[in-house]
Every structure is written in C-alpha cells, then in structure tokens.
C-alpha cells in the first residue's frame, strides 16, 4: 500500500502543532509591533521577552544573550564577520574543519579572498575533529574558531567542550580567541550548555527543531561584540536591525520549550528507530558502508552509502515510491560532486555518489522503517543491475 514517509528531518521539520497554536494568536489579535509603546506593542514585546527566555533555557544561557534572527545561515553570518569586523580587523586566521556546513564554509572562504587565512583541520575516517589538530592549527595570529556541534550530514558529535576549554586557557596569556559553534542540527537532539561548552557564539535554526522556516538565534556570551549585519533600527539591542516577527518568534521559544521538556525521550525513541533502520539495512541489502562514528553522532541520523549505485537515482526511485530522503545537505542541493563530507572522511568517489541520509523525526514510526525496507533493497538492486560496471564492487 503507498504512503508517504518523510525521512529527511535534517533538512527540515513540520511544524509541531503546538508550535502552530502558540504562533496563531500573534498573527491574529496580538499583531502589534514589539517596539510600539502602546498595549498592542507591549503584548507583543511580552511574547518575545518570554520567548527569548524559553531559547536561553534550552542551552543555559542568559535571556539577554539570545539574538533573534532569520535562521542557522545569518546566524554564523552574524557570528563570523560580526565578530571580526567588531575587532576592526583587517587580517588574521581563522580555523575551521573540513565538514563544516557551507553557512560556515563560505563566508570563510569570502574573508580569505578579503585578506585573512583560513586553516580547514581535517577529521578522522570517523567524522570526527581531532582537539591535537586544533591546538595545532592555533597561530599568534588566529582570531576565530568554528566547529560545529553536530554535522548536518553524518551526525558525528565534535568535541566542542573540549576545545572551549582549550580556548579559555589560552586567553590569560594571548589575545582574544573567539569560539563559535554551529549547533543547528545539535539543538533539540542533545543536551547543550553554553557553560559547559565554553563557546562565545552558537547558532540555532527553528525548522529544524519543528518550527516554521524563517526565524532562528545566535547566542552571545556578555562581553562577546559584534558588528551589525542587518542595520536598521535597534531592535536586539542594535545588533540584528529590523522589526522582529513576533509569530516567528513565539513559534521558536514554544519549539524550545518542547525539545528541552522532551529531550531524553524523544533521543532514546529516535535511537530506537535508527538502530532498527541500520540493523534491517545491514541485514536485507550487499555492499552497504556506514558512514561516520557509530556511536559518537546524534540519534536521529544514519549515513549510509551503497556500492554500485548513484544517489540521486536510488533518492528519486524512492520518492515515487512516497519515501523522502537526501544525499546529503540540503544547502547543496544541485550540485554535481559527490558529498565534500564523505570525501572528507576518507571514502572514494564511487561510495560518496552512492551516500544516503537518513534523518528521522518525532512524526516516524516503526511503520515507516517496515515502509521503506520493503522497497529499498529492491531499489538497490535495480539500480545496480542498470549500472552493472559498478555493481560487480557491491559483493
């Protein structure tokens, strides 16, 4: 019987339904804009002060460090050039790793063709930083580090916690060295506290964790400046101008609220489905390589890349089948090369053109995973009789 099961969590979510409630009544009666004095506008003011306290809750931060802004890409916009223009520099070093998301990748890239280097530390076959390489990479010129909580393909966990304590013991004996973390796909799926974590900046996206597209926050430790990306008004406190969607808002603070009410049993009933994805995979289908640490990653995602097959074919296969699910990030949807991450962790061409994303959700079942076993190894095994120059390697 054809269903539709949505396996591409990664790349978004659906909007929880008590996320859509809480957003209603801003797009309804409690329109006013946050910055008007008047009743409507501190109705609304109230609604964002409340949510801005339900984002810091999730990751043991202040209230008053949480910036509001349109999502995961401006959010390590704002993080990275604000940080370094708000430092009136006009050169220096910077490091980040091989799998970062291009949110972080390009604008890198962008301030190495303005006059600053750029050190991209590799990972293990594991998908994991080294801290060694890190402490390594670090010059007398290095101004900013960005490492990523969680990656957005793979899933493997960084080692975020020790790296800030690396940082925060240099910082008695050398100029400021900025940490910023990419926690987009980490929110929601693991605990995450900024204390523990040492970490200057983090960013966050609503979709991801079943809010609506469009809104998202960077956390800025007190005493961390940054110069404005959106200049306008003074709304958050002068550092992202611009009149703040109350709806979209809300929508992230109830969000917020539900993944840290939710958080240790939605990872063991995530974990449950993936072990049984990965377990009816390993048995049913030749010639499929796990990819990244098979411990060390979130519980909602499994990479997997089967031998002898291209993965936009084995994607599109799927989907007329009703099964949604990616070759990798979304954020690089249409590009011809194979995933940079998979090719970073040390995997040939051939198994990261065939590398799949599985990314589950709160909304899966065990259903879904019967669903798509019962036509995925079929799917493998068609393609690979199309392609039988390359299906001789799945045995």
């Known amino acids: 019987m054809f269903r539709r099961v949505y396996l591409d969590n990664s790349a978004t979510t659906p909007v929880d339904p008590a996320v859509l409630d809480a957003m209603i009544p801003y797009l309804k009666e409690d329109f006013g804009n946050a910055s008007s004095i008047h009743h409507f506008g501190q109705r609304a003011r109230a609604a964002v002060d409340k949510a801005r306290h339900q984002v810091a809750a999730l990751i043991n931060s202040r209230a008053n460090e949480i910036v509001f802004t349109s999502g995961g890409t401006e959010s390590n916009n704002l993080a990275i050039r604000g940080v370094i223009e708000a430092s009136d520099l006009k050169s220096g070093h910077i490091i980040i790793s091989t799998i970062e998301h291009p949110a972080v990748k ?21 998908g994991v930083v080294s801290v060694s390489d890190i402490k390594d990479a670090v010059r007398d010129d290095t101004v900013l580090l960005s490492i990523m909580t ?13 790296i800030g304590s690396f940082v925060k013991s240099l910082r008695p004996s050398r100029r400021k060295i900025w940490f910023h973390t990419d926690a ?15 970490c200057d900046l983090l960013s966050l996206s609503g979709h991801k964790i079943y809010a609506p597209k469009g809104i998202g926050a960077l956390f ?36 917020c609220e539900l993944a840290a009410g939710s958080l240790s049993s939605e990872a063991k009933s995530l974990l449950k489905l993936r072990n049984y994805l990965e377990d009816s995979v390993a048995v049913s ?9 098979r411990a060390n990653r979130l519980p909602n995602i499994t990479n997997i890349s089967f031998r002898g097959v291209e993965g936009e074919a084995l994607l599109i296969n799927l989907d007329m089948h009703g099964i949604a699910l990616s070759t990798g990030s979304a954020c690089s949807s249409g590009s011809l090369e194979p995933s940079p991450v998979i090719r970073a962790i040390g995997r040939n061409e051939e198994l990261a053109r065939g590398a799949m994303r599985f990314s589950l959700g709160r909304q899966n079942s065990i259903e879904d995973i019967d669903y798509l ?13 199309l392609n039988p120059q390359t299906a001789t390697h799945a045995k």
Do not use: W, Y
């Open 373 to 385: 076993m019962s036509h995925l190894p079929n799917a493998v095994e068609t393609l690979r009789r």
């Open 150 to 162: 969680a990656n957005n393909e793979i899933g493997t966990l960084q080692p975020v916690g020790e």
């Open 106 to 126: 390009n604008v890198s890239e962008d301030l190495e063709k303005r006059g600053f280097n750029v050190t991209r530390v590799p990972v293990s076959v594991d």
């Open 220 to 255: 800025v430790r007190r005493g961390t400046r940054l110069h404005a990306q959106n200049i306008g008004g003074r709304q958050e406190r002068s550092v992202r101008g611009g009149t703040e969607s109350v709806p979209l808002i809300v929508a992230l603070g109830t969000a």
């Open 285 to 293: 289908i030749d010639g499929a390589e796990f990819n990244g640490d």
């Open 184 to 198: 987009v796909q980490a929110a929601g799926k693991v605990p995450i506290d900024v204390s523990e974590m040492g």
